[in-house]
Nanobody, 126 residues
Framework: QVQLAESGGGSVEAGTSLTLSCAAS????????MGWFRQAPGKAREGIAS???????NYADSVKGRFSISKDVAKNILYLKMTSLKSEDTGVYYC????????????????????WGQGTQVTVSS
């Protein structure tokens, strides 16, 4: 079965950078659509970035220009590089996957994805 495992979260100060990793098993990250989501305390889970089979990416306005999603096909890992972190970036970050080539217009919706990791906590202090 498909398994996703996030890592790289932690507590950092505002303005710094952090890179999250999502290791996949029984799933080829280079072949399909994957996404990153986050859930702040008391809020719904929101899509923040996605990457298609061909590397085409989408970003939420709140992270555009600061976050970057990428795939290492050889290592079968999805990354989320986060820079210029803000306190409002605090939350649990999840990677998500679906066995479809393209993420499409619904890339930021939780219903688009079939597989989820357990999440990793990111806390940004100002």
């Amino acid at each position: 079965q498909v398994q996703l495992a996030e890592s790289g979260g932690g507590s950092v100060e505002a303005g710094t950078s952090l890179t999250l990793s999502c290791a996949a098993s029984q799933y080829r990250v280079g072949d399909y659509c994957m996404g990153w989501f986050r859930q702040a305390p008391g809020k719904a889970r929101e899509g923040i970035a996605s990457s298609d089979r061909d590397g085409r990416t989408n970003y939420a306005d709140s992270v555009k220009g600061r976050f970057s999603i990428s795939k290492d096909v050889a290592k079968n890992i999805l990354y989320l590089k986060m820079t210029s972190l803000k306190s409002e970036d605090t939350g649990v970050y999840y990677c998500a996957a679906v066995e479809a080539y393209w993420c499409g217009g619904g890339w930021s919706g939780t219903g688009r994805y079939d597989y989820w990791g357990q999440g990793t906590q990111v806390t940004v202090s100002s």
